[in-house]
């Protein structure tokens, strides 16, 4: 069975500041996605930026950027120029390309700090 | 493009009562999914349909839990009879077969007293 885990239950940075997010995933699978969503306290879960497991260059939306680390099963998250509306809570998300089911880790509260 | 719309926001109901929610997906997605999130925690899949038919509902408590999906397009989600532990929030998505990820709605609040 697939497993997500985040080990940072929390993380506070300072505006316009860097921030990583760490994600580390177990599966047996060679074919997956892997997903960042943002959820703000309106609750509705917002998709960040997506990751096909056979694409070797990290995926970049704007100011957010992975690091993906295929044979370590790492996935991490990286926020540039943080801004305030980036509070929230962070889901890191494995997706199997068999069977379409979505897993999710516990989820990083992110706080900015003006 | 319409987002997954999902009713109702909120809901309060007593324990041993029935409660239904509705899920309209993105049009054209064929897969559907139902989450629960209990507060602070990550979502937990409840069940997935490919159009009309349930791929995955190895997690959904089928004596007080109920899903359908009718057409392959909405949803409904009934609990009979509820717990208090069934509260928590109850999230739809959908996503296209082959490519990107899950969208989702805003959620349904449910608490249970």
């Known amino acids: 069975a697939q497993t997500v885990t985040q080990s940072q239950p929390e993380m506070s940075v300072q505006e316009a500041e860097t921030v990583t997010l760490s994600c580390t995933y177990d599966?047996?699978?060679?074919?997956?996605?892997l997903f960042w969503y943002k959820q703000p306290p309106s609750r509705q879960m917002i998709l960040v930026i997506r990751?096909?497991?056979?694409?070797?260059q990290n995926a970049t939306e704007n100011r957010f950027s992975v690091n993906f680390q295929k044979a370590a099963k790492s996935f991490s998250l990286k926020i540039s120029d943080s801004q305030l509306g980036d509070a929230a809570m962070y889901f890191c998300?494995?997706?199997?390309?068999?069977?379409?089911?979505?897993?999710f880790g516990t989820g990083t509260r992110l706080k900015v700090l003006a | 493009e319409a987002g997954v719309a999902q009713s109702p926001r909120y809901k309060i109901i007593e324990k041993r009562q029935s409660v239904a929610f509705w899920c309209n997906p993105i049009?054209?997605?064929?897969?559907l999914y139902w989450y629960q999130q209990i507060l602070g925690q990550g979502p937990k899949l409840l069940i997935q349909?490919?159009?009309?038919?349930?791929?995955?509902d190895s997690q959904l408590p089928k004596d007080r839990f109920s899903a359908e999906r009718l057409k392959g397009v909405d949803s409904t989600l009934k609990i009979q009879p509820a717990k208090l532990e069934d509260s928590a929030v109850y999230l739809c998505?959908?996503?296209?077969?082959?490519?990107?990820?899950?969208?989702f709605g805003q959620g349904t609040r449910l608490t249970v007293v």
């Open positions: 998505a959908s996503s296209a077969l082959y490519r990107g990820g899950a969208f």
């Open positions: 599966t047996s699978e060679s074919d997956y996605y």
């Open positions: 990751q096909e497991a056979y694409k070797q």
């Open positions: 998300a494995y997706r199997s390309a068999r069977t379409y089911k979505y897993i």
């Open positions: 049009s054209g997605h064929a897969t």
């Open positions: 349909f490919q159009n009309n038919g349930v791929v995955d």
